[in-house]
């Protein structure tokens, strides 16, 4: 079945340390690519998005997203960590199916920051 | 300005009566999503609404589950015989276009629980 694939379910990392979260699609075509964040207690919230053109995607608060059309992945990265990134990470895709405008989602990771 | 809002956050119900979910999409938006999100997962996708019309309902799990959004904006999601496994967050987005492109935000969610 199409998807989207997040292997890491919980990842720890101490301030400072750089973070990279995968995310795997199975759509073929044109997909748009989108990563949303959960802070605790908070509504999810857009991180970055690529549709097309320049595969590297800077969003805010320092993240970025590489698109590997060749992988079908679109990992998320920060070189630089904070305690206050502690959240929820959701990858999500809008498939190339005409009409369909509603996103489908990974599973989530987890992403707790120690001081 | 106000984003989206959803009410109530919290409902508990006894397995077999009937809820009804609120939202209330930011103003003037035009596309509006509800997405059922169970413990552990990712939202997965009930239906869509462009204005009043009801494009998409095929993630609606069950005939149980009925959406509406007579005017246009605010719209309903209500549950009939409710059962455990539709205990979940259930959550409504709301997006200012039909095109791809445009961005979905999200309300803080409601939290079903089902006893």
């Known amino acids: 079945a199409q998807s989207v694939s997040q292997h890491n379910h919980h990842v720890i990392l101490s301030e400072a340390a750089s973070l990279e979260l995968g995310c795997n699609y199975s759509y073929g075509g044109t997909v748009n690519l989108f990563w949303y964040v959960q802070y605790p207690g908070q509504h999810l919230q857009l991180l970055l998005k690529y549709f097309s053109g320049d595969p590297l995607v800077k969003g805010i608060k320092g993240f970025e997203a590489e698109f590997i059309k060749s992988k079908f992945s679109f990992n998320l990265r920060k070189p630089s960590v904070q305690w206050s990134d502690t959240a929820e990470y959701f990858c999500?895709?809008?498939?190339?199916?005409?009409?369909?405008?509603?996103?489908?989602f990974g599973t989530g990771t987890r992403l707790t920051v120690i001081p | 300005g106000a984003g989206v809002s959803q009410s109530p956050r919290y409902k508990v119900a006894k397995r077999g009566q009937d809820v009804a979910l609120r939202c209330d999409p930011i103003s003037g938006h035009v596309s509006l999503f509800w997405y059922q999100q169970a413990l552990g997962q990712g939202p997965e996708f009930l239906t869509y609404f462009q204005n009043e019309a009801q494009l998409d309902k095929s993630g609606l799990p069950s005939d149980r589950f009925f959406a509406e959004r007579p005017e246009g904006s605010v719209s309903t999601l209500k549950i009939q015989r409710t059962q455990q496994e539709d205990s979940a967050v259930y959550l409504c987005?709301?997006?200012?276009?039909?095109?791809?492109?445009?961005?979905?935000?999200f309300g803080p969610g409601t939290r079903l629980t089902v006893t």
């Open positions: 987005a709301s997006s200012p276009g039909v095109a791809v492109s445009y961005e979905q935000y």
């Open positions: 999500a895709a809008r498939p190339p199916q005409t009409g369909a405008n509603n996103l489908f």
